[in-house]
């Protein structure tokens, strides 16, 4: 499984890169707080919305602390996505949030 920091996702948000976020969090988790342009699909809907992305896109996946976007990120690249899990999750985002 493909990792990335919270560091280096915040980098390249910095940089203006065009990134797809994905935050596998429940709804009222994401309303104290997500990543400014994450999409939200909470873990337990990702396999009926998983429909909703699009391969040819790289997709890095957020929550609270990288647990259950590591499990999101292994369901994902079963279906043969482009995906990554942002190591820490939110517990060690330093960036902007909306």
């Not at 994401?30 to 939200?40: D, F, L, M, S, Y």
């Not at 992305?53 to 996505?81: P, Q």
């Not at 190591?87 to 960036?95: T, Y």
């Amino acid at each position: 499984m493909k990792t990335v920091d919270t560091i280096t996702v915040a980098k390249r948000l910095d940089n203006g890169e065009q990134l797809h976020l994905i935050d596998v969090r429940e709804v009222d988790e994401v309303e104290t707080g997500k990543i400014p342009g994450a999409v939200n699909i909470p873990l337990g809907l990702l396999e009926f919305r998983d429909n909703e992305l699009d391969k040819s896109h790289e997709y890095i996946m957020v929550c609270r602390s990288g647990g259950r976007s590591g499990k999101a990120t292994k369901y994902l690249e079963s279906k043969g996505f482009k995906v990554m899990n942002m190591a820490g999750g939110m517990l060690d985002w330093k960036g902007p949030v909306e």
